[in-house]
């Protein structure tokens, strides 16, 4: 049975450097990465937030740990018209560059970046926030009164942080920062029990 409380993992500070060196390396190594964004296996939450996104008339987008460019040339095939992403691998900005080069892309930091200031209409973050220790750190630079999209994941990885139980996890985690926060439970393509969280809410 899933623990309701989110699942955080005791890890060393070597032990997160090399966590981020397997990412690092991930984009240059894994297939899925390079792949059409429709053979992803997050392609079915991300057409919940393309689908969210488009019915509300939302033109620019900020997203928030972007990876190779797949959900931003997703987002931006489907009509958005200003999109900004950053991620701290230079070879995922290399990579997303090539996938959707109409997007604007930079190599910067989740906890520090000045992006946030731009006038973005959301924000997206999706499968971020559970690789980074200071994760509610994150959360706070997200722009008051902006609507964001996020999500974590019910399972673990070596990569990850932290974990969570169900929806009532989440929110216990991250509702005080944002307002009427909505947490749904979407499965992962071919991950068996494995499922994603994705929120929404208004910073």
Request: negative net charge; proline residues 4%.
């Amino acid at each position: 049975m899933w623990r309701r409380e989110a699942t955080a993992r005791q890890t060393t500070a070597a032990e997160r450097r090399r966590a981020r060196t397997r990412l690092v390396r991930a984009f240059s190594t894994i297939k899925e990465y390079h792949a059409p964004y429709q053979e992803s296996p997050y392609y079915f939450l991300w057409t919940v937030i393309v689908d969210r996104l488009r019915r509300d008339g939302v033109r620019s987008v900020l997203e928030v740990g972007c990876g190779s460019g797949q959900l931003a040339a997703f987002l931006l095939d489907k009509g958005i018209e200003h999109y900004t992403g950053f991620d701290f691998s230079a070879k995922a900005i290399e990579l997303a560059e090539t996938i959707a080069p109409e997007g604007r892309f930079f190599v910067d930091d989740a906890r520090t970046s000045n992006l946030y200031e731009e006038p973005h209409e959301a924000l997206i973050c999706t499968e971020v926030l559970e690789h980074i220790v200071e994760d509610l750190a994150v959360v706070e630079r997200f722009p008051l009164g902006r609507r964001c999209l996020f999500s974590v994941p019910t399972y673990d990885s070596a990569s990850h942080v932290r974990f969570f139980g169900d929806e009532t996890a989440v929110s216990e985690r991250y509702d005080p920062f944002f307002s009427e926060l909505d947490v749904v439970s979407f499965p992962t393509v071919g991950g068996g029990q494995n499922a994603l969280f994705l929120a929404e809410g208004y910073r």
